[in-house]
């Protein structure tokens, strides 16, 4: 199983700012790697797809980026509805494998 | 639009048996491969089961494989998720996905439906 592993696991940011989040795994996923956004009560949403491609209706401040096993989601201007949990997943080998989150909170 | 809709969860002691569905609408459900996720309280996303379009093809997590099983009816767009010899520790909100490909990332998801197993 290919263990992916997430850092920080909480990032503090002030509002405007950028957030880069990281993503690494235990093996190569190559380019298939995804992020999605969590919010308290609610299902993920897929906001990156292919490493680095923005799934529809995602804002362009959301990027994603890296191969291989190395990988950084970033958030360019960070607004309060992108406060949140964020998490990779790898869609290259079964089983599917989550990264444990980083959670995005208010500084 | 397209909407999945998870029902069956519920309270249910150790050892017994739960069907959960899913009910898609707004796109060609035939079409596409299905997942199941969950998430214990608190705690991070686990993928659990995924059929193929056609049923041909099903994986498992190690942690439920040989107690769940994973089936769908094209017909009724519907997908489904059989969990028999229920633990303690499959407590969590259950989550479909739509698979945008088969080697792809899960684009739809539902609400989910808790599934809490306790005496």
């Known amino acids: 199983e290919i263990v992916m592993t997430q850092s920080p696991a909480t990032l503090s940011v002030s509002p405007g700012e950028r957030a880069t989040l990281s993503c690494r795994a235990s093996q190569s996923v190559s380019g298939n790697l995804a992020w999605y956004q969590q919010k308290p009560g609610q299902a993920p949403r897929l906001l990156i797809y292919?490493?680095?491609s923005r799934a529809t209706g995602i804002p362009a401040r959301f990027s994603g980026s890296g191969s291989g096993t190395e990988f950084t989601l970033t958030i360019s201007s960070l607004q309060s509805d992108d406060f949140a949990v964020y998490y990779c997943q790898q869609y290259n080998n079964w089983p599917r494998t989550f990264g444990q989150g980083t959670k995005v909170e208010i500084k | 639009q397209v909407q999945l809709v998870e029902s069956g969860g519920g309270v249910v002691q150790p050892g017994r048996s739960l069907r959960l569905s899913c009910a898609a609408s707004g796109f060609a459900f035939s079409s596409y491969s299905m997942h199941w996720v969950r998430q214990a309280p608190g705690k991070g996303l686990e993928w659990v089961a995924v059929?193929?379009?056609?049923?041909?093809?099903?994986y498992y997590a190690d942690s439920v494989n040989g107690r769940v099983t994973i089936s769908r009816d094209n017909s009724k767009n519907t997908l489904y998720l059989q969990m028999n010899s229920l633990r303690a520790e499959d407590t969590a909100v259950y989550y479909c996905?739509?698979?945008?490909?088969?080697?792809?990332?899960?684009?739809?998801w539902g609400q989910g439906t808790l599934v809490t197993v306790s005496s």
């Open positions: 059929i193929s379009y056609d049923e041909s093809n099903k």
């Open positions: 996905a739509r698979g945008l490909i088969w080697f792809g990332p899960f684009d739809y």
């Open positions: 292919d490493a680095s």
